[in-house]
């Protein structure tokens, strides 16, 4: 047998090449899923800082958005702003904030809303609305408490909001919904253009 220049046989330094590589694979393999490990983690908290998902649950915000859409929302839209009339905004319902509705922005702190021959008026100013699904078949009137918002389903006449419970404190609201993710059939962003006030 042919001894290498450390005087150790060759077949014996082959082995311990073979073994070398293995425990370096290892290592290797160790690492890349350490390291891939923690950019998940990284990746996960950074997008919950930002965003958060929800899923719409029933039929008030139709057309613009259908029971079992999947919805993001952008946390940080009103870290640096305010919401403003035509806001779809995400929030924990006052009344048992474990739940998390989905509406659009009708009146800001301080507005008057009054809604009456089907018809919403916001300061003595109609809201055109194309969004809606009908006009309101009820009269309502109230005047926005500061540090809370007013808000309405799309789906006037099928929807639990601030007409029926009153509105919803600052501090309640999650943020801004931004897009439709899923299904596919519905992806789309959400339209949030202001209402044309008419006098």
Known sequence: ???????????????????????????????????????????????????????????????????GDYVIINKMAYKFGKPQIGDVVVFHFPRDPEQEYIKRVIGLPGDEVVISNKQVMVNGKILDEPYIAADPNYEYRHVVPEGTLFVLGDNRNNSSDSHNWGPVPLENVIGKAVLVYWPPSDWSLIEHSSPMITP
Do not use: W, Y
Request: proline content about 3%; aromatic content about 4%.
């Open 1 to 67: 047998m042919v001894d290498d220049l450390e005087g150790l046989p060759v077949d014996t330094v082959s082995e311990q090449v073979n073994q070398d590589k293995k425990k370096s694979g290892v290592v290797r393999f160790a690492l890349d899923l350490l390291e891939t490990l923690v950019l998940s983690l990284l990746l996960f908290v950074v997008i919950n800082t930002f965003t958060a998902r929800i899923r719409v649950d029933g039929h008030s915000m139709e057309p613009t958005l259908h029971n």
